[in-house]
């Protein structure tokens, strides 16, 4: 059985002094001595799990979707990921593409019915995770909104843009026509592209609007 060992550690000194990384290859290796496993080292120095985008694993996971490994092992979980929708995404993939997730600290073999039974909580927990983060941002949301914040990035265009934009607007051309004057006046844009767009437009009218209401909400407080 063919196997990717990938190793990880996290900060500049462990990624030059090489702490953490003996340990995780011998913990594998003695677990592929006992398996008959033929490993493929892969490690990530200096990366920390906030997310998968590491070089290595990144060409771990090539490698296990194109059949040329069957396993991707790891002496620890947190090597792998810190978070569970990332850990539950691997899971999946894995499932998806024919491979094994091997976690040796947890005693973790998704090749096993015990395996695939934490797999399935993972994916579970993960997907409650993602139902209760969504539903925070909902709430924060809807809540700034209420108190007439301004929703988004912060306004870049000047003033006296904006202005020309809204009295164009409000002599009734639509968004096309505004964009088409703005770029034959060659006002430049808040990138200072020559040419406007439409959905340019739409979007100044829309933070115009959003300040408005911001403004609004922010007096009848005051009174």
């Given at each position: 059985?063919n ?17 953490g ?7 594998i ?6 398996r008959?496993?033929t ?27 194109a ?7 790891v002496?620890?979980l947190?090597?792998?990921s ?11 993939t ?40 969504g539903q925070?941002?909902?709430e ?20 006296e ?16 026509a505004i ?21 340019t ?23």
């Amino acid at each position: 059985m063919n196997v990717i060992g990938y190793l990880r550690v996290s900060t500049e000194e462990q990624a030059s002094s090489g702490l953490g990384l003996d340990a995780q290859r011998a913990r594998i290796t003695s677990e592929a001595a006992h398996r008959g496993w033929t490993v493929r080292w892969l490690p990530d120095e200096g990366y920390s799990a906030k997310n998968l985008h590491r070089p290595a694993l990144t060409e771990a996971l090539h490698l296990l979707a194109a059949g040329e490994a069957d396993a991707l092992v790891v002496a620890k979980l947190d090597r792998l990921s810190r978070s569970v929708v990332d850990f539950s995404n691997t899971l999946a993939t894995a499932k998806k593409q024919g491979w094994a997730v091997v976690l040796l600290d947890l005693g973790v073999d998704t090749a096993t019915p015990n395996g695939k039974l934490v797999a399935g909580l993972m994916a579970q927990i993960a997907e409650w995770e993602r139902e209760l983060i969504g539903q925070r941002t909902r709430e924060a949301l809807a809540a700034a909104k209420a108190r007439g914040q301004r929703l988004g990035r912060p306004r870049c265009t000047p003033d006296e843009v904006v202005a020309q934009v809204v009295a164009l607007h409000d002599d009734g051309l639509s968004l096309r026509a505004i964009a088409r004057t703005l770029t034959d006046a060659s006002v430049p844009t808040t990138r200072g592209a020559v040419e406007w767009r439409p959905s340019t437009v739409r979007r100044i009218l829309t933070g115009h609007r959003l300040d408005l209401e911001a403004l609004a909400s922010q007096t009848a407080e005051a009174l």
